[in-house]
């Protein structure tokens, strides 16, 4: 079972900045390729961005392409999404993700975290 922590959700005003944090097994965290989903109220699941597991390759969507950057430390088995110039849009739920396939990492993950608020005003 591969298990999926996520911190650093909160609240912040437009144009400001936060890092989410998610922390998994060391197993997974050499094998599994690591993203993020997000989802608005009344909206559907949306990828945001993924990272492969070795050689660190990465993906975003493309409403969040030039703001947002997603790492990995394989040492402490934690990825991390740097989210700068949030606006409004950018309010939701986010869920850390896993998979081992890379594609399917950012279409239908096999594996998801409890997920974090975040939270941008205007």
């Known amino acids: 079972q591969v298990q999926l922590v996520e911190s650093g959700g909160g609240a912040v005003q437009a144009g400001g900045s936060l890092r989410l944090s998610c922390a998994t097994s060391?197993?997974?965290?050499?094998?599994?390729?690591m993203g993020w989903f997000r989802q608005a109220p009344g909206k559907g699941r949306e990828f945001v961005a993924g990272?492969?597991?070795?050689?660190?390759?990465?993906r975003y969507g493309d409403s969040v392409k030039g703001r947002f950057s997603i790492s990995r430390d394989n040492e402490k088995n934690t990825a991390y999404l740097q989210m700068n110039s949030l606006n409004s849009e950018d309010t939701a739920v986010y869920y850390c993700?896993?998979?081992?396939?890379?594609?399917?990492?950012?279409?239908?993950?096999?594996?998801w975290g409890q997920g974090t608020q975040v939270t941008v005003s205007s």
């Open positions: 993700v896993a998979d081992r396939n890379l594609m399917k990492l950012t279409t239908n993950p096999n594996f």
């Open positions: 060391q197993h997974t965290g050499i094998i599994y390729g």
């Open positions: 990272i492969s597991a070795i050689v660190g390759n990465t």
